[in-house]
């Protein structure tokens, strides 16, 4: 029985997988976060392991849940990108600071780490046609004045840590850079929000579906994204685990190259799907909005980011979910719990 310790384990990606753990063999599965609001979505009325812990402030009681695990997943995470903008020094304070005493816990007790990094220590493509590959291609960021990039600067340096003590013998550990997870409870669907809390793209054109509100394409909505089933996400992570030995101290890329499109096409594929299986009559536009008005000033994007994704191929690894699959799933999903989404932040819709 390998004991697992997911750190960040009630957000987007350690609900869903929490709950896939514990479908497969083999694993004792305990969940820390701030909350448990996304596990008792997903879980329902079924039981799972939940402790309160902020790794931020935590101490001895990190080493204590670190201790006592065989693999330590840390999901951790400031991942919205309006919160790059408002706040980069609390950005900085958790996707570095707090996420490197769990590095160094880790080293300590002498457990497995899976880091979860971030598809966009990449950066831009610099022109180049090619998918990023994990161990060749180059991290290629904006100016320091564009505060878009501290989140990806954070996450690169932590990943050129955790690597070096690969180097050095200390540390046991895979690095997994997803790129963009999409699926139930990736976010809340809420008729207002702000710069800070606006929610990630999936979610945020749900809540212009849902509330009547004209979905807005960032710079006109030219930028591209290979979008990954969260189903087919959580099965891979679930094969690295079980696979850890095999690919000790690599980087791995998780994401779907198939399911590449661009933010416009994604806005007129979800409408049409939102009218085809939640609800017909609905009327909602599209308009074109500028990024500073949108994020605030500091703002820069990638135009194309594409995984090549042949060590996880290798392993056995194929994802399943198309993009007309993916997105069916996910708006029948927001639309059907959109109230009880609404409660995660106990939201009335106005």
Known sequence: MVAIALLGGSGFIGSNFAQFLTSCDG??????????????L??????YAFQRLDIRDSGSELDRVVAEADVVVNLAAHVRPGSFLLKPLEIVDLN????????????????????????????????????????????????????????????????????????????????????????PLMDEVVPRWTREDNPRVLANFMSSLIYNRPIQLVNGGHSRRCFTYILDAV??????????????????????????TSMADLASRLIR????????????????VASEDF???????????VPDISKLTRLGWIPRYDLEETFTSSAIYFYENRRRLENLLHREPK
Request: glycine share 6%; charged share 25%; aromatic share 10%.
């Open 273 to 288: 799907i939102y009218r085809t299986h939640c609800d017909p009559t609905a009327d909602v536009a599209i308009e074109e």
């Open 96 to 183: 570095f600071y707090s996420s490197i005493s769990v590095v160094e816990a880790c080293i300590r007790h002498k457990k497995f780490l899976v880091h979860f990094s971030t598809s966009e220590v990449y950066g831009k493509t610099g022109g180049s046609p090619e998918p990023f590959r994990e161990d060749l291609s180059d991290c290629i960021l904006g100016p320091v004045a564009n505060h878009r990039w501290i989140y990806s600067s954070a996450k690169q340096l932590l990943d050129r840590i955790i690597h070096a003590h690969g180097l050095a013998n200390t540390l046991d550990y895979l690095i997994v850079r997803p790129f963009n997870f999409v699926g």
């Open 42 to 47: 997903r879980f329902e009325n079924k039981a």
């Open 295 to 305: 994020y605030g000033p500091g703002y820069e994007d990638c135009d194309r980011r």
């Open 27 to 40: 694993y004792r599965v305990s969940s820390f976060d701030l909350n448990d609001k996304k596990l008792r």
């Open 235 to 260: 099965a891979a992570l679930e094969l690295l685990i079980r696979r850890r030995h095999d690919i000790n101290r690599q980087i791995v890329n998780i994401g779907n190259p198939a399911n590449e």
